[in-house]
Antibody
Framework: QVQLQESGPGLVKPSETLSLTCTVS????????WSWIRQPAGKGLEWIGR???????NYNPSLKSRVTMSVDTSKNQFSLKLSSVTAADTAVYYC??????????????WGQGTLVTVSS | VIWMTQSPSLLSASTGDRVTISCRMS??????LAWYQQKPGKAPELLIY???TLQSGVPSRFSGSGSGTDFTLTISCLQSEDFATYYC?????????FGQGTKVEIK
């Protein structure tokens, strides 16, 4: 079955760029949208954005100026970069596959999540 | 941005109870709503999409209803494994947004 696994540094310094990769196993990354979602400790979920395997993206306007997503179909991976991070970006970051039903799409399969702490 | 009001934020219940969680939208979203369950230290898992369609493998004691601005998640007979936090999420328009969550705890 399809599984997602996030990877990347667990500690990032303020003002630097957070970089995470999600590796998709058990299935092809092609022909799906893929998404990033984060969750600060003890708080709710915040959608960061989504990317199609063609490279087409939709970002949350609240983060858009700092977010870049990319996809590498040859490696079955997609990635997140968040620039100029502050302590407010400390969170568990989840990657997720986006499923579709009718004209709607929603995260239907999530990775286990990875904690990223922003601290000097 | 579509704002979501999820209630209650905390629900105390006993095994076997019927519980209901509400999610209200700041504007109509047709049926573009999903529900997730999250257990401590784990990723959310999809329960329901399109407001009322049960994700494959999810027990039938879970059900969803509603359209437009008012939605409900019902657990017909609470089991021990159902004590968790539940989130609604709208995918009608960007940015996708989530409710604040409802923690279902043991009474």
């Amino acid at each position: 079955q399809v599984q997602l696994q996030e990877s990347g540094p667990g500690l990032v310094k303020p003002s630097e760029t957070l970089s995470l990769t999600c590796t998709v196993s058990g299935g092809s990354i092609s022909s799906y949208y893929w998404s990033w979602i984060r969750q600060p400790a003890g708080k709710g979920l915040e959608w960061i954005g989504r990317i199609y395997t063609s490279g087409s993206t939709n970002y949350n306007p609240s983060l858009k100026s700092r977010v870049t997503m990319s996809v590498d179909t040859s490696k079955n991976q997609f990635s997140l970069k968040l620039s100029s991070v502050t302590a407010a970006d400390t969170a568990v970051y989840y990657c997720a596959r986006v499923g579709t039903y009718g004209s709607g799409s929603y995260p239907d399969l999530w990775g286990q999540g990875t904690l990223v702490t922003v601290s000097s | 941005v579509i704002w979501m009001t999820q209630s209650p934020s905390l629900l105390s219940a006993s095994t076997g109870d019927r519980v209901t969680i509400s999610c209200r939208m700041s504007q109509g979203i047709s049926s573009y709503l999903a529900w997730y369950q999250q257990k401590p230290g784990k990723a959310p898992e999809l329960l329901i999409y399109a407001a009322s369609t049960l994700q494959s493998g999810v027990p039938s004691r879970f059900s969803g209803s509603g359209s437009g601005t008012d939605f409900t998640l019902t657990i017909s007979c609470l089991q021990s494994e159902d004590f968790a936090t539940y989130y609604c999420q709208q995918y009608y328009s960007f940015p996708w947004t989530f409710g604040q969550g409802t923690k279902v705890e043991i009474k």
